[in-house]
């Protein structure tokens, strides 16, 4: 059974950063597609940023330069730095892990708020 575990969320003010870390519990994780999306109050789940099992990314236009994904296939693991937070930023961020055949998969959530 696919798990996915979210953490390092939590209460920043503008200007701020948050690193947020997803552990997955799947086999062969390297050959997933991994990403972080996001919901904010009101709107529907939008997409941040990606990493495909070559190395390619993918941001959102709100985020790109402020937000950088990375994986650690060694450790299963997948990171989003968040940078110069703002507080449109505020939303629950899910991670994803994706593949043509085995399927996608979502974590339960953490809530990123971005406040003074």
């Known amino acids: 059974q696919v798990q996915l575990v979210e953490s390092g969320g939590g209460l920043v003010q503008p200007g701020g950063s948050l690193r947020l870390s997803c552990a997955a519990s799947?086999?062969?994780?390297?050959?997933?597609?991994v990403g972080w999306y996001r919901q904010a109050p009101g709107k529907q789940r939008e997409l941040v940023a990606f990493?495909?099992?070559?190395?390619?990314?993918k941001y959102a236009d709100s985020v790109r330069g402020r937000f950088t994904i990375s994986r650690d296939n060694t450790k299963k693991m997948v990171y989003l730095q968040m940078n110069s937070l703002k507080p449109e930023d505020t939303a629950v961020y899910y991670c994803?892990?994706?593949?043509?055949?085995?399927?996608?998969?979502w974590g339960q959530g953490t809530q990123v708020t971005v406040s003074s």
């Open positions: 994803n892990v994706d593949h043509i055949v085995r399927g996608d998969y």
């Open positions: 799947v086999s062969i994780f390297s050959i997933y597609t």
């Open positions: 990493i495909t099992s070559g190395g390619s990314t």
